[in-house]
T-cell receptor, first 113, second 114 residues
Framework: QQQVKQSPQSLIVQKGGISIINCAYE??????FPWYQQFPGKGPALLIA?????SEKKEGRFTISFNKSAKQFSLHIMDSQPGDSATYFC????????????FGKGTHLIIQP | GEEVAQTPKHLVRGEGQKAKLYCAPI?????VFWYQQVLKNEFKFLIS????????ETGMPKERFSAKCLPNSPCSLEIQATKLEDSAVYFC????????????FGQGTRLTVV
């Protein structure tokens, strides 16, 4: 049973546009929701993360929106650039640092110049 | 070190052979995690350690997979009698103690079983 569902699987956005990736989770014990960016041949790198006590977090061009009642969260990339082309993964984890992350299946994002 | 170091970068094994992967976590990090990423990008959590102690091994196929994190040595993930389906990229990550701490990932080891 997949605990974190991510959509879309792939996304093409024009340069300067807004990229939106959505995730939904099932386990109400999840308490930490990071987004990772992965380039080919590299390990995932943390972009931005949120806890469910806030509904939105913004860092530069990246914003997470969080809806606790709907058990959904999304990543918005404003002013998308070709360098943002990568695979993005949402993830979730229970409270505490030692639990493994449960990942979504990833979104392959292409920003067209 | 300031990054998670994984070796080797690539590993090719014949079906049935043993594979051993290594991970040096970031100095000062108490937690180490192993993940398997298969071709369609999906990550599977395998095991986590708190220092040298196994914390959660619910994702490990125990009959062939084993892992260790011993003091003053790189952590290791060993696969006995590899199967074709073990072909994947194996990532190690480490993090500090505490809530909401970032997990830093290594560059991965690509295992190909032929």
């Amino acid at each position: 049973q997949q605990q974190v569902k991510q959509s879309p699987q792939s996304l093409i956005v024009q340069k300067g546009g807004i990229s939106i990736i959505n995730c939904a989770y099932e386990n109400t014990a999840f308490d930490y929701f990071p987004w990772y960016q992965q380039f080919p041949g590299k390990g995932p790198a943390l972009l931005i993360a949120i806890r469910p006590d806030v509904s939105e977090k913004k860092e530069g061009r990246f914003t997470i929106s969080f809806n606790k009642s709907a058990k959904q969260f999304s990543l918005h990339i404003m002013d998308s650039q070709p360098g943002d082309s990568a695979t993005y993964f949402c993830a979730a984890r229970r409270e505490g640092g030692a639990d493994g992350l449960t990942f979504g299946k990833g979104t392959h994002l292409i920003i067209q110049p | 070190g300031e990054e998670v170091a994984q070796t080797p970068k690539h590993l090719v094994r014949g079906e049935g052979q043993k594979a051993k992967l290594y991970c040096a976590p970031i100095k000062g990090h108490s937690y180490v995690f192993w993940y398997q990423q298969v071709l369609k990008n999906e990550f599977k959590f395998l095991i986590s350690f708190q220092n040298e102690n196994v914390f959660d091994e619910t994702g490990m196929p125990k009959e062939r997979f084993s892992a260790k994190c011993l003091p003053n040595s790189p952590c290791s993930l060993e696969i006995q009698a590899t199967k074709l389906e073990d072909s994947a990229v194996y990532f190690c990550a480490s993090s500090q103690w505490g809530m909401n701490t970032e997990a830093f990932f290594g560059q991965g080891t690509r295992l190909t079983v032929v």
